[in-house]
């Protein structure tokens, strides 16, 4: 594994832009489906009442867990 150094401000900048866009591409799937909460569409999903949502559910979950993994993260620096 290869270590990198940089400023500590840089890092925040780049968590912050990666947020923003892990944000932008959960909206694009809540409107894609009419949808305003991620756990309503999460649970009709589950649940087959949104049909052929479940790439979308997939999706969703793991930009969920990419964004608590990077928050995270923004809070150690």
Known sequence: MTTVSFDKSDAKDLITYKLRNIQREISTILD????????SFLERS??????????????????????????????KL
Do not use: V
Request: net charge negative; proline share 0%.
């Open 32 to 39: 894609k489906w009419s949808e305003s909460s991620i756990d």
């Open 46 to 75: 589950q649940l087959g009442k949104i049909e052929e949502s479940e790439n979308d559910a997939i999706d969703l979950k793991q930009l969920l867990h990419e964004q608590r993994k990077l928050q995270q993260m923004l809070k």
